[in-house]
């Protein structure tokens, strides 16, 4: 072992509350182990997992797979710096542009990260070719696209306390409505360099985008030769049923962000683009010391090649439909949405928080996005039995 003892979950507790800042308040449990589409507790209580730890574990908790590329990297190369070249994340660049039809691909920590780096990107883009205040970005209300300075600015979430007592916002960004396409032509002026949106609003809801909203905005862009950016944070890696949203709706951007899955729980993002676009971040333009390290990159290229070779994405698609023609016949519901394995589920009541906790009791993990709203991401391998027990443990509470 490799603490010095067995700690209770009351010591934990107290070790945590004494040295950690807590920023997310927690279900009161230890995630003591996890398998397939199970967290066990520090009994050994299974917990049916529909938060998928936020999104991310899409093969699964602990995919044999994903653990043995890990325990193999592990054992030869942890980590070496971007001045070398490494066999994880050479490889992975190829996989990853391969399937989702870009050219080059910039491998960052963190969900925030890929986007920071895409909207320096895209600013940068902007500056370099149409002049030195031609940097600004137009996202949508309601969006949510990361926690660092500039993401946080981009997030469309103005009067959001997330967004109030850090000073002056950085300049630059504007708001439009989410799937209203008159809205953001007129949010749009002469030093738009980009529109930046998600296809499905998570954080905001499960509010996915309309195909006729994506069209109108990939002719926008390409009228006024503005970029295209989609935040695929969450919606990316097979979620949506498909290995990248866009592919479902048909519309490419110039750049997208992805995270989460991609690392089948070890922390990796990326940014991927032309190769035309990527040149604007020339040495020195952007960095990362730890972004495609080779622990990451070989457990990434194993869960991408088990999304592929297992058809994860397919069944996200045919089961997830099946999970909320089901969730539509529960009480209290007034819509269900989403895509795939991304479903938000609103209630007629602001019980969202009363159903998330009142799931834990049962044992099953969910989260809550709006007072009368929660979003289930399970992981990928989900089956219909997972999800008529998600549904049975709904129906229990709601009733």
Same mark, same amino acid.
Request: charged share 25%; proline share 4%; glycine share 8%.
């Given at each position: ?23 997310? +308040?927690? =279900? ?5 182990? $996890? ?11 299974? =917990? ?36 070398? =070249? ?40 902007? %500056?370099?070719?149409?002049? +030195? ?7 949508? =209300? ?6 660092? &300075? ?21 300049? !630059? ?25 998600? +296809?499905?609003? $998570?954080?905001?809801? %499960? ?8 069209? !109108? ?32 709706? $048909? ?57 592929? *070779? ?16 089901? &969730?539509?016949? &529960?009480?209290? %519901? ?20 009363? %159903? ?35 549904? *049975?443990?709904?129906? *229990?509470?709601?009733?």
């Amino acid at each position: 072992m490799i603490w010095d003892k067995d700690y209770t979950k009351e010591e934990l507790k107290e070790i945590a509350e004494t040295y950690m800042n807590e920023t997310f +308040p927690r =279900y009161d449990f230890i995630a003591a182990s $996890g398998k397939g589409m199970h967290l066990y507790d520090e009994k050994g209580e299974p =917990y049916l997992d529909f938060l998928g730890g936020i999104a991310v574990n899409a093969t699964g908790h602990c995919s044999e797979a994903v653990v043995n590329a890990i325990k193999e990297q592990a054992e030869q190369l942890l980590h070496a710096s971007n001045y070398c =070249y490494t066999i994880p994340q050479t490889l992975l660049a190829k996989l990853v542009c391969e399937t989702i039809g870009m050219e080059k691909i910039q491998f960052q920590n963190s969900g925030a990260e890929a986007n920071e780096v895409m909207l320096k990107l895209a600013r940068k883009y902007g %500056v370099d070719h149409f002049g +030195p205040k031609h940097y600004k970005v137009v996202t949508a =209300y309601n969006s949510f696209h990361g926690r660092t &300075l500039a993401t946080l600015r981009a997030t469309g979430q103005p009067e959001s306390p997330i967004q109030k007592g850090f000073g002056d916002p950085i300049p !630059g960004f504007a708001y439009a409505e989410f799937n209203n396409l008159e809205s953001f032509r007129e949010a749009c002026d002469e030093n738009t360099a980009a529109i930046l949106v998600e +296809p499905i609003q $998570g954080e905001g809801g %499960v509010y996915p985008a309309t195909v006729e909203f994506l069209q !109108g905005l990939r002719e926008l862009c390409d009228e006024k030769g503005m970029l295209l950016l989609f935040d695929e944070v969450q919606t990316g890696c097979g979620r949506c049923g498909s290995m990248m949203a866009y592919m479902k709706y $048909g519309v490419k951007p110039d750049v997208v962000s992805m995270a989460k899955a991609l690392g089948g729980g070890m922390p990796i993002a990326a940014m991927a683009t032309s190769t035309k676009l990527m040149n604007t971040l020339s040495a020195g333009a952007h960095g990362t010391t730890f972004g495609g390290n080779p622990v990451c990159c070989a457990a990434a290229y194993a869960e991408i090649r088990e999304i592929l *070779d297992r058809k994860l994405a397919e069944n996200a698609d045919t089961v997830g439909a099946y999970f909320r023609e089901k &969730l539509w016949k &529960l009480p209290h %519901v007034t819509d269900v949405r989403g895509m795939g394995f991304l479903t938000g589920v609103e209630f007629d009541q602001d019980i969202a928080q009363h %159903v998330k906790h009142e799931a834990f009791d049962r044992r099953m993990l969910m989260t809550a996005v709006r007072p009368n709203v929660i979003r289930m991401v399970p992981p990928l391998i989900a089956t219909k039995e997972d999800c008529d027990a998600a549904v *049975d443990i709904l129906e *229990d509470i709601l009733k």
